[in-house]
């Protein structure tokens, strides 16, 4: 299974490997909810900072 970043509305950023299309988690650190912050390759986000911003809030739009 892949690892996945959340994030909670804390900010709090979670590793957690789960199922494919799970797109929230409970938060361990303030049992909030926390949403996945990139669908994939976490190593990119380690690597490259905080592009991960961007991609949520493009991907997001409006439907
Ligand atoms: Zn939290």
Redesign the pocket.
Same mark, same amino acid.
């Given at each position: 299974m892949p690892v996945y970043e959340f994030? @909670? %509305?804390? *900010? &709090?950023i979670?590793e957690k490997m789960v199922k494919m299309g799970t797109r929230q988690i409970t @938060? %361990?650190? @303030? *049992? &909030?909810k926390?949403t996945k912050i990139l669908s994939a390759c976490t190593f990119t986000l380690k690597g490259g900072g905080w592009y991960a911003d961007g991609y949520s809030s493009s991907k997001k739009g409006k439907k």
């Open positions: 994030q @909670c %509305p804390n *900010g &709090k979670t @938060c %361990p650190h @303030c *049992g &909030k926390a």
